[in-house]
């Protein structure tokens, strides 16, 4: 059974950092891209970034480039995000979520996990 | 890419059929996808590329379209359809989504 579990949310201050995990299970961890989506309290959906599965590409949302770091070991079975530089907007329930290709049918998010909650707040 | 859905709200009765829109900003082909959130819940996908069923989610749901434009129709709708739907582009980056459709009992 394919299980995503995210950890290491929190309560931090504006400015501060955090780092989020993701232990992933049930599936060659190695074979697929991973991406995390957060939501803010009330809100919709909005991807944050995404990782191919030997971390040769990599990608992010304008609202967060240049203050996390998505990452991954694929010795570990785990994805990460770290977070730095945090403002009140970061505020959300992060998801992470595997990224199925099949060729010819393109891309979906196929799993997700049950999300790890991060306020931002002095 | 932006993407619009509409309606933003959505009100109906058990066993209605209903119809969700989702327009993207340029053309995306086939690259769509539809997910369903429940309150306090990660979303769960229903379609994939456009019109793929995704294993496993009741035939009561369909996707169709290409290009800009794509819809997502419950046939009948059932107690536990009511919820959240997200549509999803997966053409390029970033991978935006729809701003949701929140279907409540009627």
């Known amino acids: 059974e394919v299980q995503l579990v995210e950890s290491g949310g929190g309560l931090v201050k504006p400015g501060g950092s955090l780092r989020i995990s993701c232990a992933a299970s049930?599936?060659?961890?190695?074979?697929?891209?991973m991406n995390w989506v957060r939501q803010s309290p009330g809100k919709g959906l909005e991807w944050v970034a995404s990782i191919s599965a030997s971390s040769s590409y990599i990608y992010y949302a304008d609202s967060v480039k240049g203050r996390f770091t998505i990452s991954r070991d694929n010795a570990k079975n785990s994805l990460y995000l770290e977070m730095t530089s945090l403002r009140a907007e970061d505020t959300a329930e992060y998801y992470c979520a595997r990224d199925h290709y099949l060729l010819g049918s393109g891309n979906w998010f196929d799993y997700w996990g049950q999300g790890t909650q991060v306020t931002v707040s002095s | 890419i932006q993407l619009t859905q509409s309606p933003s709200f959505l009100s109906a009765s058990v066993g209605d059929r209903v119809t969700i829109t989702c327009r993207a900003s340029q053309g995306i082909s086939s690259y769509l996808a539809w997910y369903q959130q429940k309150p306090g819940k990660a979303p769960k996908v229903l379609i994939y590329?456009?019109?793929t069923l995704q294993s496993g989610v009741p035939s009561r749901f369909s996707g169709r379209g290409s290009g800009t434009e794509f819809t997502l129709t419950i046939s009948s709708l059932q107690p536990e359809d009511f919820a959240t739907y997200y549509c999803?582009?997966?053409?390029?980056?970033?991978?935006?989504f729809g701003q949701g459709t929140k279907l409540e009992i009627k």
């Open positions: 590329t456009a019109s």
């Open positions: 999803q582009q997966l053409s390029s980056y970033p991978r935006s």
């Open positions: 049930g599936f060659t961890f190695m074979s697929y891209s």
